[in-house]
T-cell receptor, first 112, second 112 residues
Framework: QKEVEQDPGPLSVPEGAIVSLNCTYSNSAFQYFMWYRQYSRKGPELLMYTYSSGNKEDGRFTAQVDKSSKYISLFIRDSQPSDSATYLC????????????FGQGTELSVKP | DAGITQSPRHKVTETGTPVTLRCHQTENHRYMYWYRQDPGHGLRLIHYSYGVKDTDKGEVSDGYSVSRSKTEDFLLTLESATSSQTSVYFCATTGSGANVLTFGAGSRLTVL
């Protein structure tokens, strides 16, 4: 069993839809939770960063962490074709720097 | 990808040949990482460096070595490439041990 599980999709939605992306994890010691966005043939780029539990909002994006359920989510409101990309969840232990554990990534396509 | 240059961007090689991938950064970041990305596995850490001549192994280090003789350069070497090392390799950096990574554009390696 992988430490971090993410549904690979692909996920296809119409423009304007609300998108929900999720990851589950098994290690309750994870403290830092991230979402990266990766366009085709590019490197991942940080989208959202959360420490411990709670919600964080940035424009159309909301990240949620539920440590009791070992479950994190990324919501995209009013999705746009430019949101079409692969979304990777990542997490790390305390004081581990850039030693991240990634999910498999979910491929999202937003159709005009 | 600003500040991180990976070379070569694409390489096709034969089984048993040595391969070196280069990561060059202009951010003066102390920490550098090599990840590989494969379908179904997300990104997995190969090796990382926390300073010049200071390196350590990651999750999937077998068959790989690294060197860092200057702050700006981090080399990943496959001494004798195998088909299982066909992958996309990403270099990443972070300053001061933070866990927010900046990734390069990737090097796509095919081992025939």
């Amino acid at each position: 069993q992988k430490e971090v599980e993410q549904d690979p999709g692909p996920l296809s939605v119409p423009e304007g839809a609300i998108v929900s992306l999720n990851c589950t994890y098994s290690n309750s010691a994870f403290q830092y939770f991230m979402w990266y966005r990766q366009y085709s043939r590019k490197g991942p780029e940080l989208l959202m960063y959360t420490y411990s539990s709670g919600n964080k909002e940035d424009g159309r994006f909301t990240a949620q962490v539920d440590k009791s359920s070992k479950y994190i989510s990324l919501f995209i409101r009013d999705s746009q074709p430019s949101d079409s990309a692969t979304y990777l969840c990542a997490m790390s232990l305390y004081n581990q720097g850039g030693k991240l554990i990634f999910g498999q990534g979910t491929e999202l396509s937003v159709k005009p | 990808d600003a500040g991180i240059t990976q070379s070569p961007r694409h390489k096709v090689t034969e089984t048993g040949t040595p391969v070196t991938l280069r990561c060059h950064q202009t951010e003066n970041h102390r920490y550098m990482y090599w990840y590989r990305q494969d379908p179904g596995h997300g990104l997995r850490l190969i090796h990382y460096s926390y300073g010049v001549k200071d390196t350590d192994k990651g999750e999937v280090s077998d068959g790989y070595s690294v060197s860092r003789s200057k702050t700006e350069d981090f080399l990943l070497t496959l001494e004798s490439a195998t088909s299982s090392q066909t992958s996309v390799y990403f270099c990443a950096t972070t300053g001061s041990g933070a866990n927010v990574l900046t990734f390069g554009a990737g090097s796509r390696l095919t081992v025939l």
